[in-house]
């Protein structure tokens, strides 16, 4: 038992690993390639999960659904929805510089999560939304349907570590970092810095949205604390600045690296004594916070730091 125990803590630990991963690209998407700094993640992250929900659950009297489509379609549908939220902030704020952006970031992300509290004919409010469906669950039965949404997580996360290497590596990629590193050299020689920014938050938000949907089926429950700006905005960020910034192989394994700490110190400040308890989630935020100063103290962009593409040539 003891082992089984083990075995499907692991499952849990590599499926919500993988949401933070999908996250961790999102953000490298939008920071890492273009230097946008989104502090709003819970934000765009609640969109998808919202949607999808509402999408792929059965009729309720509480709240907006009843649409019944399958998981793929609702994941699809918070992908759209959490992107054209990211195109409006974008359109309003993309052209302020990075330390106003987080704090306009963050403050339509609390506007969002204050529309799911307060809109209950939409979200039920602060009671949620319970009997989210999974893929495949009438295929799957128990235990099992862990194991099956964890491979259909990770297929997840290949899809999307495989688009955003192809846009790294693309001209579009190159003419994002260019922007970020010097802004007013690639305005100088025709690139619409403007666009491109609008283009790289949209993506980056449609991913976020996509995690946010994946999080909502796996728990099959969702509700307002689901959008904790620590777990969902600050832990991302520590997860790609622990991993690399601008790789997208750092990315991920930073979240992986980050929420590994973040879940096996749950079990020593479980045993911490009753007076230590109630702290014990400071206690958390402590050590993965000293763990990001070792980390960028030995490795300053990171465990696996950005590389650009090599640039082919075409012969004659």
């Not at 819970?42 to 019944?68: D, M």
């Not at 099956?148 to 846009?167: D, K, Q």
């Not at 946010?212 to 509700?223: D, E, I, T």
């Not at 604390?225 to 600050?234: N, R, S």
Request: proline residues 4%; charged residues 15%; positive net charge.
């Amino acid at each position: 038992m003891e082992l089984t125990g083990l075995f499907f803590y692991a499952v849990s630990l590599l499926i919500l690993g993988g949401i933070y991963a999908i996250l961790c690209l999102a953000l490298n998407v939008q920071w890492g390639m273009g230097g946008l700094f989104n502090a709003g993640i819970a934000g765009f992250y609640g969109v998808g999960a919202y949607t999808s929900a509402i999408l792929t659950t059965a009729a309720s009297s509480k709240h907006l659904g009843g649409f019944g489509l399958p998981v793929p379609i609702g994941l699809i549908g918070a992908a759209i929805l959490a992107g054209l939220a990211g195109w409006a902030v974008a359109k309003i704020c993309v052209r302020l510089k990075s330390d106003y952006l987080a704090m306009a970031s963050i403050g339509i992300a609390e506007i969002l999560r204050l529309v799911i509290v307060n809109e209950s004919w939409l979200t039920n409010g602060s009671l949620g939304l319970s009997r989210i469906p999974r893929p495949l669950a009438d295929l799957t039965t128990g235990r099992m349907g862990d194991i099956v949404f964890l491979g259909f997580v990770w297929f997840v996360v290949l899809l999307v570590y495989l688009a955003a290497s192809r846009l790294h590596d693309s001209p579009w990629g190159r003419s994002l970092r260019a922007i970020r590193d010097n802004e007013a050299s690639a305005a100088a020689v025709g690139k619409n810095v403007e666009k491109f920014r609008i283009q790289t938050f949209v993506i980056g938000c449609a991913i976020m949205g996509i995690a946010g949907g994946l999080s909502a089926h796996y728990f099959r429950f969702l509700s307002p604390t689901a959008t904790d700006p620590l777990l969902v905005t600050f832990l991302v960020w520590v997860m790609l600045m622990a991993g690399g910034s601008g790789n997208n192989r750092g990315a991920i394994l930073g979240a992986l690296t980050i929420w590994t700490l973040w879940s096996v110190t749950e079990i020593f400040t479980n045993r911490l004594p009753p007076e230590w308890a109630t702290r014990s989630s400071f206690i958390r935020m402590l050590l993965v916070g000293l763990l990001l100063q070792v980390v960028l103290q030995r490795f300053r962009s990171g465990l696996l730091p950005e590389k650009s593409p090599p640039v082919k040539f075409r012969q004659e």
